[in-house]
C-alpha cells in the first residue's frame, strides 16, 4: 500500500510542474503523512471498492453511503475518513511551505484533487466538477 502512495505521489508531481512546485520535495514532515497515508490505505480500500467512499472534487475522501458501511464499523470508516483528510490537508500545506510557496497550498490541493481522481481505480466513486458522485 505504500508503494501504491508513492507512486501515486510520484505521478501527482507531474500535474504541477507548470507552477513549478516541487512535489518530490522530501521532508520529515512529508516522509511522515506519505507513511500514515500509506498505511491508512489498507483500511479505506474496502470502503472504496464497496462505494462507501468516494474521492471528493476537493482532493479529499468522503463516507458517501454509510448504509453500505455495517453498523458496528461505521465509526472506523468516520474516523478513517476523518484522518485521512487530516493528513491530506497537511500534506498539501507541508508541500507548499517546503516550496517557500504557502500561497501555492489551493493550486497544490487542486492538481492532487484531480489526480487522485484519475488514478481511482474502475468501481470506486469520485465526484465530478459539479460535486455529483459517478462510479469510476
Do not use: C
Not at 16 to 38: D, R, Y
Request: charged content about 20%.
Amino acid at each position: 500500500m505504500i508503494r501504491f502512495i508513492a507512486t501515486l505521489l510520484l505521478a501527482l508531481a507531474a500535474g504541477l510542474a507548470h507552477a513549478q512546485a516541487n512535489i518530490e520535495v522530501n521532508t520529515p514532515a512529508i516522509n511522515a503523512l506519505k507513511k500514515s497515508m500509506g498505511e491508512r490505505h489498507g483500511q479505506l480500500a474496502p470502503y472504496y471498492a464497496s462505494g462507501a467512499v468516494g474521492i471528493t472534487r476537493d482532493g479529499g475522501v468522503a463516507l458517501r453511503d454509510a448504509n453500505a458501511v455495517p453498523l458496528p464499523q461505521r465509526a472506523a470508516a468516520n474516523s478513517a475518513v476523518a484522518a485521512e483528510n487530516a493528513d491530506r490537508t497537511s500534506l498539501y500545506k507541508e508541500i507548499a511551505r517546503a516550496n517557500g510557496k504557502p500561497e501555492w497550498e489551493g493550486e497544490i490541493r487542486n492538481t492532487f484533487a484531480q489526480r487522485w481522481i484519475d488514478k481511482a481505480q474502475p468501481g470506486w466513486y469520485v465526484q465530478n466538477a459539479q460535486g455529483q458522485w459517478v462510479k469510476k
